[in-house]
């Protein structure tokens, strides 16, 4: 089984996608922010792994960080990409350089990832790309959020029609409610659908997976 790499690997969904994962053996690959971060998902892990810091927005230096990843753990079988801003704006709030930043996040790292990883891992036999949404419904109080969730689909499906033919499934896990352990929304159970979506042939795989209820989203 090849690696997974978790980008965005925080202490919610990240994390735990990174624990589901490795239960199945596979070794897994880290980025985040904080050493902190990396560290304390890493000492969960009982399989191979290693760790890096990135910044997403630093298109160099992820793509360094993705670089140093697949030195030590080969070519990954599994890309999760789980950065986000999450902040309460509306559009009268914002300007063009805190939109344009948001966007670099929740948009332009997975960009990055994937022009990185892909060509890589279609050329080893395919693999998956999955990527963490939310904002079924756009919300004025959420306007960046909104706004990257929604390109985050697009980018995804571009990606699913250009990559599907060379074997690689790319598919969105809209989260649709605040994530806590112990709720609806614990990130545990929302682990196991990533692990269901690479399991699903690329053929039969869905664009997007809605986990809860949309109404909630809006709580």
Known sequence: MGAVVVIGAGPGIGRAVARRFAATGRP??????????????????????????????????????????????????????????IRTDRVTDLDARTVADTYAVN?????????????????????????????????????????????LRALVELLATEWAPREIGCSTVTVCGPVAPGTDYDPDV???????????????????VRFGDPADAAG
């Not at 191979?48 to 990843?69: I, Q």
């Not at 693999?127 to 919300?139: K, W």
């Not at 929302?190 to 997007?208: F, N």
Request: avoid cysteine; hydrophobic fraction near 45%.
């Open 28 to 85: 897994v690959g880290v980025a985040a922010r904080s050493r902190t971060t990396v560290d304390g998902v890493l000492a969960d892990l009982d399989t191979p792994k290693a760790g890096v810091l990135a910044d997403v927005a630093d298109e160099a230096g992820l793509r360094g960080a993705l670089g140093d990843l697949v030195d030590r753990l080969g070519v990954p079988e599994v890309v999760v990409y789980n950065a986000g801003v």
């Open 107 to 151: 948009v332009g790292g997975a960009v990055t990832a994937a022009a990185f990883l892909l060509p890589r891992m279609a050329d080893l036999g395919g693999g998956s790309f999955l990527a963490t949404a939310g904002m079924p419904t756009p919300l004025p109080t959420l306007t960046t959020l909104s706004l990257g969730k929604a390109g």
């Open 190 to 208: 929302i682990a196991e659908e990533y692990l269901r979506l690479h399991e699903t042939p690329v053929t039969q795989r869905p664009l997007d």
